[in-house]
């Protein structure tokens, strides 16, 4: 901090310099991430709603009014009636929650007290973050030939310490959707918690049903689900930070709610106290603005790019990793190694993500990536091969 004010002029001209560095989404070459440029208007409300805090609601109960209506309108989206939840920075701070929720009620209700985790292989790593953070075990099913994880191996691996099952609508590389159906069942037939990371595929997998895409029941529908992830601020093209957990029963809510007497609320089950309500209010507007019509038009398009992107890959010769369900293409070269592959991208001027789970390269076809970049994408990797 210097000692005396410096102008507005200079303070925007440095932070102008300091956003130069930045890679623009509209630029198109943002190839391996799960977020994208917000709407125009969903940025509009967020700045109009700066200052509220949803830490403390009866402060600011319209605020709190968009959040309560986002999980309401989410929630029929993932066919439930009633469910109970709250807007958070993202799928990480939303799984971080089902598994205190999935802890404190294996806790409280079973009395275990060493608690295990079954997580896919190809989970995100927010749930070691949660186990980290609360001493649980983590016991990794393994996948199917297919990428998706192994019915049986949960089977094995279920224990007297299990107080949770999680599974993937959406996988963070590969954008696969696991056996969520028959999940739901063992979690029913073994009283285990079981939680759902749709933070990628809930916002894009309601939608691509209603444009007639088959896709299995991954929500709510199935009685053994006992929470969801979402992120709006992926395909719902809301401002970061917006995502979203989701619960069956407001006991799992309560059995994390901690007391807080000075707030005009005495209880608060979020991990953050302090949560700006600029992108509840954001998201509501956009989610109105758009509609389900809006959606599922987006949801179209994206799906209309990746298959086009992943003809041309094959068509040059590249390897495709497994068959699109969403909007994620992995691919590799016959010879050249997946990393060397993705310093030679680099070097012009494509940022791709490497995935691990199998090692690949990874494009996630976003709403800020045109026909027109992959066109162009496509000529370079012509060239390369």
Same mark, same amino acid.
């Given at each position: 901090?210097?000692?005396?004010?410096?102008?507005?002029?200079?303070?925007?001209?440095?932070?102008?310099?300091?956003?130069?560095?930045?890679?623009?989404?509209?630029?198109?070459?943002?190839?391996?991430?799960?977020?994208?440029?917000?709407?125009?208007?969903?940025?509009?409300?967020?700045?109009?709603?700066?200052?509220?805090?949803?830490?403390?609601?009866?402060?600011?109960?319209?605020?709190?009014?968009?959040?309560?209506?986002?999980?309401?309108?989410?929630?029929?989206?993932?066919?439930?009636?009633?469910?109970?939840?709250?807007?958070?920075?993202?799928? %990480?701070?939303?799984?971080?929650?089902?598994?205190?929720?999935?802890?404190?009620?294996?806790?409280?209700?079973?009395?275990?007290?060493?608690?295990?985790?079954?997580?896919?292989?190809?989970?995100?790593?927010?749930?070691?973050?949660?186990?980290?953070?609360?001493?649980?075990?983590?016991?990794?099913?393994?996948?199917?030939?297919?990428?998706?994880?192994?019915?049986?191996?949960?089977?094995?691996?279920?224990?007297?310490? %299990?107080?949770?099952?999680?599974?993937?609508?959406?996988?963070?590389?590969?954008?696969?959707?696991?056996?969520?159906?028959?999940?739901?069942?063992?979690?029913?037939?073994?009283?285990?918690?079981?939680?759902?990371?749709?933070?990628?595929?809930?916002?894009?997998?309601?939608?691509?049903?209603?444009?007639?895409?088959?896709?299995?029941?991954?929500?709510?529908?199935?009685?053994?689900?006992?929470?969801? %992830?979402?992120?709006?601020?992926?395909?719902?093209?809301?401002?970061?930070?917006?995502?979203?957990?989701?619960?069956?029963?407001?006991?799992?809510?309560?059995?994390?709610?901690?007391?807080?007497?000075?707030?005009?609320?005495?209880?608060?089950?979020?991990?953050?106290?302090?949560?700006?309500?600029?992108?509840?209010?954001?998201?509501?507007?956009?989610?109105?603005?758009?509609?389900?019509?809006?959606?599922?038009?987006?949801?179209?398009e994206l799906m209309y790019n990746t298959y086009f992107f992943k003809s041309g890959l094959e068509k040059i010769g590249y390897i495709?990793?497994?068959?699109?369900?969403?909007?994620?293409?992995?691919?590799?070269?016959?010879?050249?190694?997946?990393?060397?592959?993705?310093?030679?991208?680099?070097?012009?001027?494509?940022?791709?993500?490497?995935?691990?789970?199998?090692?690949?390269?990874?494009?996630?076809?976003?709403?800020?990536?045109?026909?027109?970049?992959?066109?162009?994408?496509?000529?370079?990797?012509?060239?390369?091969?």
């Amino acid at each position: 901090m210097e000692d005396k004010p410096i102008s507005k002029q200079e303070i925007l001209k440095e932070l102008d310099n300091l956003q130069s560095m930045d890679l623009k989404y509209s630029d198109g070459r943002i190839l391996g991430s799960m977020c994208t440029e917000a709407h125009p208007f969903a940025k509009e409300i967020y700045f109009k709603f700066l200052d509220s805090n949803l830490g403390d609601p009866g402060l600011f109960k319209g605020t709190k009014k968009t959040e309560d209506m986002v999980i309401e309108d989410i929630g029929r989206l993932l066919s439930a009636d009633k469910v109970f939840g709250n807007m958070v920075t993202g799928g %990480t701070e939303a799984n971080i929650m089902a598994i205190r929720a999935a802890r404190n009620y294996a806790r409280k209700y079973k009395g275990i007290k060493n608690g295990e985790i079954i997580i896919p292989e190809s989970a995100h790593f927010s749930f070691k973050k949660a186990a980290d953070m609360m001493d649980l075990k983590i016991i990794e099913a393994e996948l199917n030939e297919d990428y998706k994880i192994n019915v049986e191996s949960i089977k094995y691996n279920i224990s007297d310490n %299990t107080i949770a099952i999680v599974a993937i609508a959406g996988t963070t590389e590969l954008g696969l959707i696991d056996p969520i159906e028959e999940i739901s069942q063992i979690s029913l037939e073994n009283n285990i918690f079981f939680h759902v990371d749709a933070a990628f595929g809930g916002f894009s997998i309601p939608f691509l049903k209603n444009c007639g895409y088959d896709f299995p029941e991954f929500d709510f529908s199935l009685p053994g689900v006992c929470s969801i %992830t979402v992120d709006p601020h992926k395909m719902g093209l809301a401002p970061i930070p917006a995502g979203c957990i989701l619960f069956r029963k407001k006991e799992y809510l309560d059995v994390m709610a901690i007391d807080s007497p000075y707030l005009t609320i005495k209880s608060q089950s979020t991990i953050v106290g302090t949560r700006l309500g600029a992108a509840s209010a954001a998201t509501y507007g956009i989610m109105k603005y758009l509609g389900k019509e809006g959606y599922t038009k987006l949801a179209k398009e994206l799906m209309y790019n990746t298959y086009f992107f992943k003809s041309g890959l094959e068509k040059i010769g590249y390897i495709v990793i497994a068959e699109p369900e969403l909007n994620i293409v992995a691919f590799n070269h016959p010879k050249i190694e997946t990393h060397e592959l993705a310093d030679i991208l680099k070097s012009y001027g494509w940022r791709v993500s490497v995935a691990s789970c199998p090692l690949s390269i990874r494009v996630v076809l976003m709403n800020h990536i045109k026909k027109k970049h992959l066109n162009e994408l496509l000529t370079d990797l012509k060239e390369i091969f």
